[in-house]
């Protein structure tokens, strides 16, 4: 099943990024024009809200582990880069900070809220207290703009990618750099931790412009294994038992992959011109997508 937001015309800017809010009865979504909230599920009927963000160029969003705050991170090119919090359900604006002189390509909540990591164009992480906005850290290992970040579970540590074709694991107490691996050979677009993959050698997954999706467990500093596609994949997530990758490409598709043995198990075309983000839905059985052209809502198999 395909469908288009009521709030969302094709003609607009892409859409850049998505979230779920905690209950699963709203879909948040950004772009260059602002920010706008559906109801879940999305029909032609429903109704939809914007949410008066001053965030430029948003890149990211995301719920707070308790789902009561939403960050929103973005900026303006060789400018400045900006992270607002926002109460939810209430939506009003809890904080909003100046971040370096670049954008913000991501901005994670720590898992107990009390941090938010940003990866910045300007080519650092910035450790930020959530409640007072304040920077408390800056790592600066990376040699240009890191693209993304997550948390692994381990010991509070953190792995960072971007341009410089690196993914590297730091201690976001003390900026302390842990390791480098550097098997990619090209720019990587984004990290995640695979679900249910956590332990003392949690799984991370990577995608990047040498048109690989690759699995590692950074803590040993071991790539398991890799698969090599025929377009560049832009954003990524698993299914919610961690079984299924799926990315979506620089060509508008969506591949799915299995996690154990990184072979392909399908691709999907959508009406998208590019990919750009993508989020499992509350149920999840279905992928809403986003980028050039809007978004879409695609079905994906259970198994």
Not at 12 to 37: K, W
Not at 216 to 232: H, S
Request: aromatic fraction near 6%.
């Amino acid at each position: 099943m395909i469908a288009a937001a009521s709030g969302i015309d094709a003609a607009d800017p892409p859409s850049t990024a998505a979230a779920f809010s905690a209950n699963g009865a709203e879909l948040v979504i950004g772009s260059q024009a602002g920010l706008i909230i559906e109801k879940w599920p999305i029909s032609q009927a429903t109704t939809f809200e914007a949410l008066n963000t001053e965030v430029e160029n948003i890149h990211h969003i995301a719920f707070s582990p308790a789902g009561d705050a939403l960050l929103v991170a973005g900026g303006s090119p060789a400018s400045s880069g900006m992270i607002e919090s926002w109460s939810w359900p209430q939506k009003e604006l809890q904080r909003r900070i100046v971040v370096g002189d670049d954008a913000v390509y991501q901005a994670i909540w720590a898992p107990d809220s009390s941090k938010w990591i940003a990866a910045c164009a300007d080519a650092k992480c910035r450790v930020i207290d959530s409640a007072s906005g304040k920077e408390l850290l800056v790592y600066e290992d990376h040699s240009r703009p890191v693209l993304g970040i997550d948390w692994i579970g381990v010991d509070s540590q953190v792995v960072s990618v971007g341009v410089d074709q690196t993914m590297r694991l730091w201690d976001p107490s003390t900026g302390k750099h842990l390791r480098t691996l550097d098997n990619h050979l090209d720019t990587i677009q984004g990290v995640f931790t695979l679900p249910n993959s956590q332990g003392p050698n949690p799984i991370v997954v990577t995608f990047g412009d040498d048109q690989t999706v690759r699995m590692w467990q950074p803590t040993i500093g071991r790539m398991m294994r890799f698969i090599k596609l025929a377009c560049n994949p832009v954003c990524g997530t698993a299914s919610d038992d961690g079984k299924r990758i799926y990315v979506g490409c620089q060509d508008g598709s969506v591949q799915s992959i299995d996690a154990q043995s990184m072979q392909l198990i399908n691709q999907r075309s959508t009406k998208l011109d590019s990919i750009f983000a993508m989020t499992l839905a509350p149920d999840k059985r279905h992928l809403v997508v986003c980028g050039i052209g809007g978004i879409e809502v695609l079905r994906i198999d259970a198994n």
